[in-house]
């Protein structure tokens, strides 16, 4: 199928998901005149999702840093020196204290980050516990907890975990200079494990470290071929960490970065497309040409597992300023919150839940 840049026959073929987008169409979408581009990608935001709405999530790392990954881009990896202190998993309580603090702040799903290439056995139960905890205060949960096991992803699934986190990061043909330590069919077999649990899939990539328009077009692709589309796409712009392989790497262009995510919205035009990493050095008018070009999901708070993040007021003005309102779950009342935190600190003390885990 071609695509002509003429804007009558680009608005057209929005209605349903495709799973069969060709390389060229992709390519062919990255080359429109920008206008054009975010003409469709607006247009098919607004068919699939109420206009002025943005998804709002919170990130805690509940175990930080020695992770045995190689990932070039990431200051958790034991493989750099990046001076980041190393952090045990943290007590179910705390987790839970942070959680209802960022339903407080108006956040409606809460993800928690481990350093980990794949969760031990020691550690996997607490993490459950973390799950049933945020469900309980009424948020949405997510993880990203490395690869996982068919029966790990199945015991999530019965926790009722509702998102599992697990980007492919870019192409599979840039993939290896990237990473070293887990391939690329590795991220695809966990990602169909979860798929088959029942649990939705959060699953992006990051955009700056050095790849070709070509790389951003393959991860697009690959992610447009699954089916069904990851239900939440985080397109992130790499945040450069002293110490890590990619400190010096030269910066995106910001005009490609907007290209990119409009392109993510016609691809996967029922997904949350998630502006993530990388917005505290983004200006303003940036974030919000990214919002027109159909992202409608961000974090907020003042850190990204450990990078940093705009702090929420700042972004609940920036809302304000452009006529956005975060999207709402079910609303708890303060007491309700409460008690569910006090009922998991009672389950876990009687389960002696908590332990000095292993870094």
Known sequence: MSLSTSTNTL????????????QAEVKALFDLPFMDLMFRAQTVHRE????NEVQVSTLLSIK????????????????????LEKEKLMEVQKVLEEAALAKEK?????????????PSEKDFPYVLEMIKGVKSLGLESCVTLGTLNDDQAKRLSEVGLDYYNHNLDTSAEFYDSI?????????????????????????GGIMGMGEEQKDRVGLLRQLSQMSPHPESVPINMLVKVEGTPLENVDDL???EFIRTIAVARILMPKSHVRLSAGRQGMNEQTQALCFMAGANSIFYGEKLLTTGNPEADKDMALFANLGINPEKREE??????????????????ESKLFYEASV
């Open 11 to 22: 608005v057209a073929n929005t209605q349903e998901p495709r799973f069969d987008w060709s």
């Open 48 to 51: 699939n999702f109420t206009p």
């Open 64 to 83: 930080t840093g020695a992770c045995p990954e190689d990932c070039k881009y990431c200051p958790q990896s034991g493989h750099y020196n990046t001076e």
């Open 106 to 118: 108006g956040a409606s799903r809460f993800c928690m980050g481990a350093a980990w290439k794949h």
């Open 179 to 203: 990473i070293t330590t887990r391939t690329y069919q590795d991220r695809l077999d966990t990602l169909s494990r979860v798929r088959d649990s029942g649990i939705k899939l959060c699953c």
């Open 253 to 255: 262009d910001t005009f």
């Open 332 to 349: 708890h009342s303060d007491e309700a919150v409460a008690e569910a935190i006090a009922a998991q600190v009672v389950k876990q003390e």
